[in-house]
Structures are given as C-alpha cells and as structure tokens.
C-alpha cells in the first residue's frame, strides 16, 4: 500500500513528523481555497495508515520501530508472565492492546490513544505490583 512505498521510498529512515497526509494547494486566482493533493501527484503521500506499527515505521523509519517493540516487549512480557497474580486479565488487556495498535491508530489516533494509554497504564501497575511483591519477599 502506500504507507509501505513510502516506508521503502524513504530508505527504510522514515519519513518524520511533520509530513501530514494533506498539504494545501492556493489556486492562483482570486479564490485562495484549501484542498487535497490530487491522485497523482507527485508530493501526495497517503491516506493513512490505519495501524500503529505501520504509522511508526513510516514515521521513524527501524530505529523507530526496533524502540517502540522493545518498548512493547518489556511492557506486555512481565504482565502475562506465570508468575503475575493477574495474569488472566492482563493477557485480555495485552489482547485489547494489540487489537486497538494492529487494527487501529491506536498511538496517533486521538479517539484510541486513551484506551491505549490506560491499557499500557493497567499492564504497568500490575508489573510494578509484581516487582514489589518480590522486593518485599527477599
């Protein structure tokens, strides 16, 4: 799609922030009027995404991506690990995660950025929840 000819157009680097999807177009007559890029033209990026890991990887190129499934990792690993007291309602939150970043803009998109954080907030709590239990068993 087009999020995956940009992601490769731009050496795999990442486009950056700040190269919106639209840009504006004055028409030179009197009639200053906004509108979209047309189909073919040649600074016409995309429509969108439509997927956080993509949206990433668009953005911040593998860099990028590499931080932010570390990152990911090191948040959902400890949370359904065996020894997690609530580990059965973490692994239906790291679900509910996944689906909101793999099928939604969960991380850009300000209608899901709020599951997103408190899914990320509860996976945390509980983490730090488990590492104080240990703390406290030494």
């Known amino acids: 799609g ?9 050496n795999f680097i990442g486009v950056g922030f700040g190269t919106e999807y639209f840009r504006n ?3 030179y007559d009197i009639n200053l009027d906004w509108k979209a890029t047309d189909e073919d033209s040649e600074n016409r990026m995309l429509i ?3 997927n956080s890991v993509f949206d990433i990887a668009l ?26 007291p609530d580990r059965n309602i973490n692994c239906v ?27 990320i907030g ?14 406290d068993y030494r």
């Not at 087009?2 to 731009?10: L, R, V, Y």
């Not at 509860?122 to 703390?135: E, T, Y």
């Open 122 to 135: 509860w996976l945390m709590a509980s983490n730090l929840h488990v590492a104080r239990d240990k703390r």
């Open 59 to 84: 953005r911040m190129g593998i860099p990028g991506l590499l931080a932010f499934l570390w990152l990911s990792i090191s948040i959902i690993k400890p949370a359904i690990t065996s020894n997690n």
């Open 25 to 27: 177009v004055f028409d």
């Open 93 to 119: 939150v790291v679900i509910m995660l996944l689906l909101n970043n793999g099928l939604n803009m969960g991380v850009a998109s300000i209608n899901f950025m709020m599951t997103t954080a408190l899914a």
């Open 2 to 10: 087009d999020a995956t000819d940009a992601f490769i157009g731009s």
């Open 48 to 50: 969108g995404t439509h």
